[in-house]
């Protein structure tokens, strides 16, 4: 099994290529997407794409992940085996929140040459050098056979809520989804006094609004409430019943969430 | 065989992360994409994008129908045996068009929690309950193992073209397409007249343009007229030749459409 | 293996009904997208996409390219063997460029209705004709048995550069991806002197901006250039680093761009 997660988008024939690719080394291969609509050059959307994402597969999956702004420079292509699952992506910190989400890592620098789509390309090297490594992968060539280990490889760190006072804190909208949500960088380890039962009484402030319920499910806002839900990758979503909160709040992706405990 | 219409996008992992409960579940199943890309907690264009491709597939198909702005509220999940047939989706009247097109209709309210995904949240149900359904299904589980039948499912009408007067009907937009053509509630069997041979002489009206011709495809209207056309889905249609109708008649979803033989 | 590349898009059920009949007919074939995002009609825009694709592929994959606004008028229905793939589209141009690009090509009008889909629409071939012709010659029926060859068939040239005078081409930008790089009708055999060792100096004029770097890759540029890069397909590409080099020349498919060599 291969996944896709990339910034490649639908309007192209970039995708395509690289399942051609695939194919004509191991046509059993079982290729799946898991989004190709990742924001342009953006490691943060890719990041949370595919960290929420990979742990649905079977065990010993191979997932191909290319946001890759770098491409034809320093950055190194990689082979990570993080947990039960094996990545391959370029060395820029994409892979950061799988390494979070597990124990076991280890990490290779790809350099063997043989194994890669020639002449290479500086360019696409989704094409030229992560597709033909994945459908090697999955065709059961041996990590090892890839290249060394590292130990240097590059990693981020999500933002994290800040303490900006006593029962109050600062954090940000990580992303916005196709309907509206608003996901935020709170998860319960960051706040747990906001996710204690019963519910404190609060104030989140978002771009232009004040949210002031916790519901359980989006079906239970009213009819132009903005409010927040425990998400179902575990962040605090501000989210609306059948509308977009993005739109109600005029907020997006970096917008500044302030938390008070009241 | 498993098929997707949903409106979860392309943009974020939520397809994904259902195609690898799927996979984990039933690795050799074969999973297509009808459409993701339904427009969000619209129940009508989701009825209309699986009522027009389900009888495509090959027999014994399980459709996954994911439409759900009621998402952990008191709607129930749902196991639907129409003709050769089988759809998990939420009992929101997603499946409303495809019920009206067969007779053999069987509902079940899904309750068997262990073919579940474990915890169950209360914001994304095609992980926790659709798609590790529709995956036991796949796999040869019987449909009453899932839960038993209930007969209060349900299902809205479909808009239907209204007579005004002695040859005139009132009728609605029910689409735009990624062509810009506007998918109308009229059928053959609404207006018969309409479709006689010979054509008879009409005005249909739709945002600010008058409809006077009849093609039987779009290449045989001329550079910038707007016509109607019998759509491949069975409705008539109001498009324009290598041009978006919706743009030229200043028209969208839920635009009047006044019909009259003239 | 049969490939898809439409301007179906994503966001209604056509290219799932065409993946149904394909798997009606037969069950165990692979299907995989090339893109569905081709812009709306547009013959250059769709052989662009299965000219830079299908050679990907492994030999004998049958390609379905669907950009068809002819669908329904006198435009013949074709099956083309180009070098060791198969390839099902209308016979409009849109195979223009992979005909450019190899030395085996035959092309037949497909005829025989017996593996069409009945009744045959005037509006919608994809699913009625060209989905079940792939099917079926991805079950090994052999290409003879589909039609006569012709010899008729229709082609286009790509935009080629035309020296405007002593050292100095205009060109024309072919299209804009996804992350705004301008895909240039130039390519080294267009202008051998500007892809000579070492890099000539020189100008180019696209849009509002002039451009006198090219680099490697995308990742040389510094914040906010415009610069030319050799692209990935073979042609010349306006480009910027982490951001659109579209949006920054004011620029996009169909504009002028000139060279000259200074």
Same mark, same amino acid.
């Given at each position: 099994? $291969?996944?896709?997660?990339?910034?490649?988008?639908?309007?192209?024939?970039?995708?395509?290529?690289?399942?051609?690719?695939?194919?004509? =080394?191991?046509?059993?291969?079982?290729?799946?997407? $898991?989004?190709?609509?990742?924001?342009?050059?953006?490691? %943060?959307?890719?990041?949370?794409? =595919?960290?929420?994402?990979?742990?649905?597969?079977?065990?010993?999956?191979?997932?191909?992940?290319?946001?890759?702004?770098?491409?034809?420079?320093?950055?190194?292509? !990689?082979?990570?085996?993080?947990?039960?699952?094996?990545?391959?992506?370029?060395?820029?910190?994409?892979?950061? %929140? /799988?390494?979070?989400?597990?124990?076991?890592?280890?990490?290779?620098?790809?350099?063997? #040459?043989?194994?890669?789509?020639?002449?290479?390309?500086?360019?696409?090297?989704?094409?030229? =050098?992560?597709?033909?490594?994945?459908?090697?992968?999955? *065709?059961?060539?041996?990590?090892? *056979?890839?290249?060394?280990?590292? /130990?240097?490889?590059?990693?981020?760190?999500?933002?994290?809520?800040?303490?900006?006072?006593?029962?109050?804190?600062?954090?940000?909208?990580?992303?916005?989804? *196709?309907?509206?949500? @608003?996901?935020?960088? =709170?998860?319960?380890?960051? !706040?747990?006094? %906001?996710?204690?039962?019963?519910?404190?009484?609060?104030?989140?402030?978002?771009?232009?609004?004040?949210?002031?319920? %916790?519901?359980?499910?989006?079906?239970?806002?009213?009819?132009?409430?903005?409010?927040?839900?425990?998400?179902?990758?575990?962040?605090?979503?501000?989210?609306?019943?059948?509308?977009?909160?993005?739109?109600?709040?005029?907020?997006? *992706?970096?917008? #500044? /969430?302030?938390?008070? @405990?009241?």
């Amino acid at each position: 099994m $291969i996944t896709f997660t990339t910034d490649f988008g639908a309007t192209e024939h970039y995708v395509g290529v690289m399942k051609g690719v695939i194919y004509s =080394i191991h046509p059993a291969a079982q290729v799946a997407d $898991i989004t190709n609509g990742v924001q342009s050059f953006d490691l %943060l959307d890719g990041a949370l794409a =595919i960290s929420q994402a990979y742990s649905y597969f079977p065990r010993n999956t191979v997932h191909v992940v290319v946001v890759d702004p770098g491409v034809g420079g320093s950055r190194r292509p !990689i082979l990570a085996t993080v947990g039960d699952h094996l990545f391959v992506a370029p060395d820029n910190g994409v892979l950061s %929140l /799988v390494y979070e989400r597990e124990e076991r890592v280890s990490v290779r620098h790809i350099t063997a #040459e043989h194994y890669f789509h020639h002449p290479v390309s500086n360019t696409f090297h989704g094409r030229d =050098i992560f597709a033909p490594v994945a459908a090697h992968l999955s *065709k059961g060539v041996e990590v090892d *056979k890839f290249g060394d280990e590292i /130990v240097d490889f590059v990693r981020f760190l999500t933002p994290k809520p800040k303490a900006s006072g006593a029962g109050s804190w600062k954090a940000v909208v990580l992303k916005t989804d *196709k309907f509206g949500n @608003l996901m935020t960088s =709170i998860t319960p380890n960051d !706040i747990p006094e %906001l996710f204690a039962l019963p519910t404190p009484a609060f104030k989140i402030t978002v771009g232009k609004t004040e949210v002031t319920q %916790l519901h359980s499910s989006y079906v239970h806002g009213a009819p132009g409430e903005v409010f927040v839900v425990l998400g179902s990758a575990g962040f605090l979503e501000i989210s609306a019943n059948r509308s977009s909160a993005a739109r109600l709040a005029g907020a997006d *992706k970096g917008t #500044e /969430v302030s938390v008070v @405990l009241t």
